[in-house]
């Protein structure tokens, strides 16, 4: 979600230290999981607001020339993982839960806190704008 294990590190003992302080509000009806899962994603969401208004310095936006048939495993994974920094928080939020850690629609639904087909609209929205980001990287 946030393309920078430093900040990824970062955003987990938040939560963890978080959901500790806040674990007599936990509500055993609902999953142990899905609650902390949900902290996190919160918290990451914090964390791409507030990185918004910076500038990196260090070149790591520079885009490489997309390659055909000879790109390598590497590149192809560059491409892809500089196309989902590109998607809003929420569109890549869905594209993590359910690609990456694969989540179900219900679970995500759970860890987001909106309805289901929320979910499944705005992974729709965010796979085409991947689509579309990788076709014009690819170009």
Known sequence: MLGNVQDAEDVTQTAFGNA?????SYDPRYRFFSWIYRMTVN???NTLKRRKNL???????????????????????DRVERALLELKPDDRAVVVLRHFVSFSY????????????TVKSRLFTARERLRQSLLVAGA
Do not use: N, Q
Not at 20 to 24: G, P, Q, Y
Not at 55 to 77: R, Y
Not at 112 to 117: A, E, H, I, K, S
């Open 20 to 24: 500790f302080a806040a674990l007599d």
């Open 43 to 45: 918290e990451s969401m």
């Open 55 to 77: 500038v990196s310095l260090d070149g790591s936006f520079d885009v490489p020339a997309a390659g055909g048939a000879s790109e390598s495993a590497a590149e192809a994974d």
């Open 106 to 117: 219900e679970e995500i639904s759970d860890v987001l806190g909106v309805p289901v087909r």
